[in-house]
């Protein structure tokens, strides 16, 4: 588990023990810590629920919380606040945006959508409340082929905004989908060159991936599957070691799961920090505090554009029941 320096609000005052504040804080606002997988290991280990986005957005419509504190990307805030307007979503850093979500600019899907009026819109739920508000059927990565599968056959889909994950639902569909040309910056720094390098290091190991990665790394892999697929995974698998292809925030999920198997983080191309997401790690422990502390920073939405965004949600939830 990472050390997280102690806040001091004045030099004279003892050191604050931020998992016992933020756990007196829920207490006292009635209050839920939703994280992902992609998150710290300390924001992890004070949530109430980890999960992929499908388990997030389940979790969000059946809280009887007052306050849902949701420790990943804003996208994922707005669907919590989407579900329940009359709940305080707070948000430890609005800076933790989206590059998937950012490749898809509301503007310019309007116009693609305007020029296919016959295509029914299937958007990842990486997306932003404008482009929900445009779709019809929300999906994500666990629940993106069993969405399209139930779609009738001679229905054209429009797919957006991940052309990765599209693909993917493509191959194990059989279905054409028209894709919007979005990606993951994390996901497509993934180098088949490297895994293939880590293959040979560790022959024994089994190669797990998220379908946001780009084919010929997906062409590498024994497993592919959403956070929540691939954790189950590693769980069931007879096998010692697994090379993860995905941010590797879940791997401490699959440490604390399995302390005895080995869990090897995919490279990048380069040797930066790349396949940590430089979104998901703008939350740190320290903000989600201060952000339940103060109450702030709030998550809000205009009544239409959340109205509009919470139909294809709700036929999301419907359809992967």
């Not at 949530?47 to 986005?53: E, L």
């Not at 503007?107 to 929900?132: G, L, M, R, W």
Request: hydrophobic share 40%.
């Amino acid at each position: 588990m990472f050390t997280t320096a102690p806040i001091k609000s004045r030099s004279t005052e003892p050191p604050i023990d931020l998992f016992e504040a933020v756990e007196s804080l829920k207490k006292e606002l009635n209050a839920i810590v939703l994280a992902h997988y992609y998150q710290e290991p300390d924001i992890q280990d004070v949530a109430d629920y980890i999960g992929d986005s499908l388990g997030l957005s389940q979790k969000a419509a059946s809280t009887d919380a007052d306050v849902i504190v949701f420790a990943g990307v804003h996208f994922m805030a707005e669907t919590a606040k989407i579900l329940n307007p009359q709940k305080l979503v707070l948000l430890p850093d609005l800076n933790a945006g989206c590059s998937l979500a950012d490749s898809c600019p509301p503007e310019a899907f309007a116009q693609f959508k305007a020029a296919h009026p016959d295509h029914v819109v299937v958007s990842y739920i990486n997306c932003t409340a404008a482009i929900k508000a445009m779709s019809d059927i929300i999906c994500t990565s666990s629940n993106a082929v069993k969405i399209v599968e139930q779609i009738p056959k001679d229905q054209p889909i429009i797919f957006a905004p991940d052309q990765n994950l599209g693909r993917y639902v493509m191959a194990q569909t059989g279905r054409e989908l028209l894709l919007w040309q979005g990606s993951c910056i994390v996901h497509e720094t993934f180098s088949e060159k490297k895994i293939v390098q880590l293959q040979m290091e560790y022959p024994d190991a089994e190669v797990i991936a998220h379908p946001e990665c780009e084919q010929p790394v997906l062409n590498k892999a024994h497993f592919i599957g959403s956070t929540t697929a691939l954790l189950k995974y590693v769980q069931h698998s007879e096998r010692e070691q697994f090379i993860v292809v995905t941010e590797s925030g879940i791997i401490h999920q699959m440490e604390k799961q399995e302390p005895n198997k080995l869990f090897i983080p995919a490279p990048p191309l380069n040797n930066c920090s790349c396949n940590e997401c430089p979104h998901m790690r703008l939350n740190t422990l320290e903000k989600l505090y201060l952000a339940m502390k103060n109450q702030q920073p709030q998550i809000t939405l205009p009544e239409d554009i959340r109205s509009a965004a919470l139909r294809p949600i709700q036929r999301m939830l419907e359809m992967s029941a």
